[in-house]
């Protein structure tokens, strides 16, 4: 299936970060590795990671040198697509730079003609911006075992509702629950 899947870690009560943007939804998380090996399967029929400028300065300081990571090869080999204004290039460490596109929907537009397989990580403002335009397809919520009360909600006051369709569902060790959506 071609189309976008967005993927995110959030808390119980709904929050992708807590009120300072810090990272408690992980902090929370005891044991990653069923998120790990069902990230590495689903990377299987991934063509394409699309970030946002601050999720991708994250991945980039990380992911390059981690050789000890189970994904580390499939995400340093994926085609990766950063969405910034600010940015001019997006360099990878000794892997292939990312490719930047100022518009995260006319981007996505251009690889679903294709027939391209995309995945987002974090990144909110893009996936804010692409749940706006209907690009979405998937949606997965990875649900960390805390409720933060405030922070960074998935979306943005004001949205619109976002009609959701359960597809698939595990709980992993620890508490984590992973729910995927068909979105529209």
């Given at each position: 299936?071609?189309?976008?899947?967005?993927?995110?870690?959030?808390?119980?009560?709904?929050?992708?970060?807590?009120?300072?943007?810090?990272?408690?939804?992980?902090?929370?998380?005891?044991?990653?590795?069923?998120?790990?090996?069902?990230?590495?399967?689903?990377?299987?029929?991934?063509?394409?990671?699309?970030?946002?400028?601050?999720?991708?300065?994250?991945?980039?300081?990380?992911?390059?040198?981690?050789?000890?990571?189970?994904?580390?090869?499939?995400?340093?080999?994926?085609?990766?697509?950063?969405?910034?204004?600010?940015?001019?290039?997006?360099?990878?460490?000794?892997?292939?730079?990312?490719?930047?596109?100022?518009?995260?929907?006319?981007?996505?537009?251009?690889?679903?003609?294709?027939?391209?397989?995309?995945?987002?990580?974090?990144?909110?403002?893009?996936?804010?911006?692409?749940?706006?335009?209907?690009e979405v397809d998937e949606l997965e919520l990875l649900v960390a075992p805390i409720a933060l009360g405030a922070g960074t909600p998935l979306l943005a006051a004001g949205a619109a509702?976002?009609?959701?369709?359960?597809?698939?569902?595990?709980?992993?060790?620890?508490?984590?629950?992973?729910?995927?959506?068909?979105?529209?």
């Open positions: 299936m071609s189309g976008l899947l967005v993927q995110q870690w959030i808390s119980v009560d709904g929050f992708l970060a807590g009120v300072n943007g810090e990272a408690d939804v992980f902090a929370a998380v005891s044991d990653f590795t069923a998120s790990e090996t069902h990230n590495a399967a689903l990377l299987g029929d991934i063509d394409e990671m699309v970030l946002g400028r601050r999720t991708y300065e994250s991945f980039a300081a990380y992911w390059p040198t981690a050789d000890d990571e189970p994904m580390a090869r499939q995400v340093n080999a994926l085609p990766k697509v950063v969405c910034s204004t600010t940015l001019m290039a997006a360099t990878w460490g000794g892997h292939a730079p990312a490719r930047v596109v100022p518009d995260p929907v006319d981007h996505v537009r251009s690889r679903r003609d294709a027939g391209s397989r995309i995945i987002l990580w974090g990144s909110v403002s893009v996936m804010r911006a692409l749940l706006a335009a209907g509702p976002l009609p959701l369709r359960l597809t698939d569902s595990q709980i992993w060790p620890g508490g984590v629950v992973r729910l995927r959506y068909s979105v529209g």
